[in-house]
């Protein structure tokens, strides 16, 4: 591979990470799901090339290196946001507890859980 292709390969993968930012600042995980598939296929781009980095090449993957870093770093605060909203949602069935029996007796809940399963 040439540097002139390795280097449109790399700029393929940067649309393709931006893509993917910006899907992660919408939340919107169906498109993360098929970017994540996109990436995956273009790992081995990354293991073929031999040729001496240059300027140029350097340059983007510097700029793949930080955005890759940023989109991380959004990962990680989705995450994180759902595990306190979890850990909300956990503490809020544990603190109202009380509930009624069929014939309107109020009793206590043994455990938390978000789906009834009586239903």
């Known amino acids: 591979m040439t ?44 293991e073929v090339y031999e040729e001496p980095i240059k300027e140029k090449v350097q340059e983007r993957l510097l700029a793949i290196r930080t955005l890759q870093e940023e989109n991380l770093l959004l990962t990680n605060q989705a995450l994180s946001y759902q595990k306190m909203f979890m850990d909300t949602i956990q503490q809020q069935l544990k603190k109202n507890n009380t509930v009624y029996s069929p014939k309107n007796q109020p009793y206590q809940a043994t455990e938390a859980t978000i789906i009834d399963q009586d239903m």
Do not use: C, W
């Open 3 to 46: 540097e002139k292709e390795f280097l449109r390969e790399l700029n393929q993968f940067y649309h393709l990470l931006k893509k993917e930012n910006q899907a992660l600042i919408k939340d919107d995980g169906e498109t993360l799901l098929s970017i994540v598939e996109q990436k995956e296929s273009m790992v081995p781009i990354f």
